[in-house]
């Protein structure tokens, strides 16, 4: 179907549009909203998305608990975040107009289906009077549609029962949404068609007929006086695709072993949120992919360690009560230096905490949550799409400096999915792997001397046979040693080889001013709500500047400088200020923080409105550099 | 000992890994010229998990004892076990903790006096070989410290052994627990109370080997008892069947124990079966047979494309 020539609606051009689809967790509104967010990708919009639904177990229908929800940020321009307020709210049910409304920018535009309002609807949600007529809906834009009747009229050529009738009426109302944003049916109809393949081919041609007729209907009422168009964004040029950072980190370790030629052991035992991982990887077991499932978590990270010293890549994911489990055998990889990575994907906690939600309180856990004094490295992907990098990038340096390297990964950051340029493979550099294989010169604790890495000496070579363990080396040699100042020099040494990683990291990037008024400074999950924010301060003329850390431990070279550049330094954080409290005792910098700790990702207005407090009134400095 | 029986295998001795945890035994890796990991409390089973995972050409044998393996590593002993892995798991239980000095441990006697227990052991003790026949163990094994020559023949089953061994060798500690085991191999009564196993010969002993293990009743009501020879029904005399998979023979053997019965030594089950590792090779053969070698352009490329020109 082609869209209605513009005829007598006109076109009205916005930046972006924020849209979340709502309704029973049984109505589709996940397909709906992805199905939507795959057009606009196509149509060349930058795209950010927010699925939310119930908790694991679903509840009754039409109830509040059993509402679903999915948010899309659609716009021309670059985005980092699915936006803190829809713009407009599709509500299938009264209960999802019940617990979205409040959301609602001031305005906004809601579309209902009228259908489902009736006292039947609104006991099941608990309301007692008809938010149509309440005075609830005053100040917002409301168009309430027969979409369940409408659905039932437009399938009938198909012969479906009313109830599979009725599961269609989420693709009338993507129909209507269609027509409203300027969209052809085109791209949705072969989406469909892919999605319920031949096999349910009655059910694809039901679909199909209630998008059409969805956005026939809108067509021929004239549902709004215009039409939106959202233009395409200036994005690189490729092929793209959406994931989920717990599926980008997983393929990054795939890709990880390639780029290595070293098999991919990996043990793990089920925790939320990182289970994802182990799913995925447990797919791959035709790449040589050894995923396996361990009695616990400490095993998990025993198996990744005997790994590794048998010459493969270990790798274990958990999240923070795992990582408590598994601490006394990473720190036996600490000790033996062998290269391991422990992904922790954060949660809520203390103890089980918040299983399902995301916080960033384990970095503290990370850097000193060892007996002992047990440096090693610990990186922090930004986004989605940066699991896969540093996935990569976890490896490298695992391999290269014979250390064990944690990667803190989020909840938010390992379910939310995000567009992904799909990396091009030739272009990612190989990692060496350098098995020592002379017995002449071999010692196990002989460091290289530049990295000061051991030698990775696997079993099975002639000549290196030796034995590591838990017990303090002798410096060189590896043999077990009580002696006071070889133990301060070995103290020493594993924390100088960690810091020499800094040589070889990227300098922290700063986006904006190069120096000035005030640097925002955040890390992991974090990235997209305060670059969000900062760009729309920086438009606005105030003089911010944001930059992200990828790298913890060791810290970019030139952090020290860039953090001397600005006047003042604001840390977001959803803890209570862990990177701050690092940062103060390293750089003896009077170190602002905001703290979010409620298991959920900051809203880019949050941040705004921090960042505008700490500005100089009327602050419009431009960069001093 | 150990070269020995690494020679007699034909492996060299680079081929050849000791894994162990904390305690005695667990000094056991800087004893040998082969490689070694001397690991944490109780986790050496788990960190062979990912050696032999890694590498299956290896020989990994796991050291432990009655505190690591069946106390603080309990769990992984158990796991490793019925997986079936390609290691031999030697268990050295003096039945007391001797690293930090003498406190009770899981296989200590009910009442023992220890420093951690002045009044006396308030729980029963584990019996190793019924634990591993509970977790499915294809070898099952007993020997002790001072008869060199049965311990060597035991160790040399295990190693040939295709999957777990677990292997239990009783051991004096001659400072916290000395004359552990005497009340069994002294001279005197040794043949009284040591019961050594040999596949398919009736389950006799004594000093001219004169007493037999008997089963009374039949079916769930079957036990084991003792007889002189010249009394026994020649039905009920048990013969030793290191093969059969019935659990219930493998687990009444592994139960009897002093002062009611002699104490079973030797090889109580062999079974073969696919070891862990095979069965993961397997289905990583059978899966790219399926769908061929996987390809990661194909998986990053997999789902809902789009381009952007």
Redesign the interface.
């Known amino acids: 179907m082609n869209p209605a020539a513009p005829g007598n609606t006109g076109y009205q051009s916005l930046e972006n549009v924020i849209i979340r689809f709502a309704g029973d967790s049984g109505d589709g509104v996940q397909l709906t909203g992805s199905l939507f967010t795959q057009d606009s990708a196509v149509m060349g919009n930058d795209i950010s998305t927010l699925p939310d639904f119930p908790a694991e177990i679903r509840a009754p229908a039409g109830t509040l608990p059993g509402v679903s929800s999915f948010q899309l940020n659609f716009s021309s321009r670059d985005v980092h975040t699915p936006g803190d307020r829809p713009q407009v709210l599709v509500a299938l049910n009264p209960a999802a107009l019940h617990v979205h409304l409040a959301d609602l920018v001031p305005g906004g535009l809601v579309i209902l289906n009228e259908d489902a309002f009736t006292p039947a609807g609104f006991k099941k949600a608990g309301i007692d009077t008809d938010p149509r007529e309440d005075g609830s809906l005053a100040g917002f834009s409301v168009h309430g549609l027969p979409i369940t009747a409408l659905t039932l009229e437009a399938v009938k050529p198909t012969g479906l029962g009313k109830k599979q009738a009725e599961r269609c009426k989420n693709m009338l109302t993507l129909g209507v949404v269609c027509w409203l944003y300027d969209r052809d049916c085109d791209v949705i109809e072969t989406l469909i068609d892919s999605r319920f393949g031949s096999a349910n081919a009655e059910l694809a041609a039901a679909n199909k007929l209630a998008l059409q007729a969805g956005f026939g209907y809108a067509d021929t009422i004239r549902l709004m006086p215009h039409r939106y168009r959202v233009e395409k964004a200036s994005l690189a040029p490729g092929k793209y695709r959406r994931i989920t950072g717990n599926s980008a980190a997983a393929m990054g370790f795939v890709a990880a072993s390639q780029l290595s030629g070293r098999p991919l052991i990996y043990a793990s035992y089920p925790i939320t949120p990182a289970s994802d991982i182990l799913h995925e990887l447990a797919r791959l077991r035709h790449f040589g992919v050894l995923a396996g499932q361990c009695e616990d978590e400490i095993s998990a990270m025993g198996a990744a360690i005997g790994a590794a010293f048998g010459g493969a890549l270990g790798l274990t994911a958990t999240s923070g009560p795992g990582v408590c489990l598994k601490s006394e055998a990473l720190n036996l990889a600490v000790m033996t230096e062998l290269p391991v990575v422990v992904v922790d994907v954060q949660r809520g906690g203390p103890s089980t905490g918040l299983p399902t939600k995301t916080e960033q309180a384990d970095l503290l856990q990370a850097m000193f949550g060892r007996n002992g004094e047990s440096p090693l490295a610990i990186v922090a992907p930004q986004s989605p799409a940066d699991c896969f990098d540093m996935a990569v990038e976890a490896f490298r340096i695992a391999i290269k400096y014979m250390t064990p390297v944690f990667y803190l990964s989020d909840g938010y950051l390992g379910n939310g999915p995000e567009p992904w340029r799909i990396p091009d493979l030739d272009t990612l550099t190989p990692i060496d792997v350098n098995f020592a294989t002379d017995p002449a010169a071999f010692m196990p604790y002989l460091r290289d001397p530049e990295t000061l890495a051991r030698p990775w000496a696997i079993p099975g070579t002639p000549g290196l046979e030796h034995r590591i363990g838990g017990l303090e080396k002798a410096d060189g040699s590896g043999a077990v040693s009580y002696d006071p100042l070889n133990h301060e020099n070995m103290v020493r040494l594993r924390a100088e080889k960690i810091e020499r990683i800094a040589d070889d990291i990227p300098e922290l990037e700063v986006l904006g001013p190069q120096a000035g008024e005030l640097l925002v400074l955040g890390w992991g999950s974090t990235y997209g709500a305060i670059r969000t924010a900062v760009e729309d301060l920086q438009q606005e003329g105030a003089s911010v500047a944001s930059a992200h850390l990828r790298y913890l431990n060791p810290l970019p070279r030139n952090l020290g400088a860039v953090l001397d550049r600005f006047d003042k330094i604001l840390v977001p954080e959803m803890n209570s200020g862990q990177l701050r409290l690092l940062l103060r005792a390293r750089f003896l910098k009077d170190i602002a923080g905001q703290n979010k700790i409620q298991g959920q990702p900051f809203k880019t207005s949050e941040i705004s409105e921090r960042v505008r407090s700490m500005l100089s009134p009327g602050s419009t400095r431009r960069a001093r550099a | 000992m150990m070269p020995q029986i690494c020679a007699e295998n034909g492996l ?6 000791f ?1 162990s945890g ?1 305690g005695c035994s667990s000094r056991f ?2 004893y ?9 409390h109780g ?1 050496a ?11 299956p ?2 020989q990994v044998w796991v050291i432990t004892g009655d505190g690591d393996g069946l106390s603080i590593g309990g ?2 002993l ?2 490793t076990l019925r997986r079936n892995l390609d290691v031999k798991i030697l268990l050295f239980n003096n039945r007391i903790y001797g690293l930090t000095k003498g406190q009770y441990s899981p296989t200590s006697e009910f009442g023992k006096r220890t420093k951690s227990s002045p009044l006396g052991v308030i729980a029963q003790p584990v019996n190793p070989l019924s634990l591993a026949c509970a977790s499915r163990a294809t070898f099952i094994a007993r020997t002790i410290d001072k008869d060199t020559k049965h311990l060597q023949e035991v160790l040399l089953r295990a190693a040939r052994h295709r999957g777990s061994a677990f292997v239990e060798i009783y051991q004096n500690c001659n400072i916290f627990n000395d004359f552990a085991f005497d009340h069994l191999t002294d001279r005197k009564v040794r043949n009284e109370r040591l019961l050594y196993l040999e596949h398919g010969r009736p389950l006799t002993f004594g000093a001219d080997a004169e007493k037999v293990i008997v089963t009374t009743g039949r079916g769930a009501t079957s036990h084991f008892g003792v007889a002189t020879r010249s009394e026994a029904i020649e039905e009920d005399i048990v013969v030793h069947d290191e093969a059969t998979g019935n659990d219930a023979y493998t687990y009444a053997l592994s139960g009897i124990d002093h002062p009611e019965f002699p104490v079973p030594m030797g090889v109580l089950r062999a079974l073969e079966g696919p070891t862990y590792e095979e069965q ?1 090779a397997g ?2 053969e059978e ?2 047979r ?5 390809s ?2 194909t ?11």
């Open positions: 060299a001795r680079e081929d050849i890994v894994v904390i890796p800087y040998m010229n082969t490689y070694g990991f001397h690991t944490i986790r089973p788990t960190v062979a998990l990912g050696l032999k995972i890694a590498r050409d290896l769990n992984h158990i796991h993961l289905q990583i899966v790219q399926r769908k061929g070698p996987g990661l352009e998986l990053m490329h997999s789902g809902e494309v789009w381009t952007v020109d």
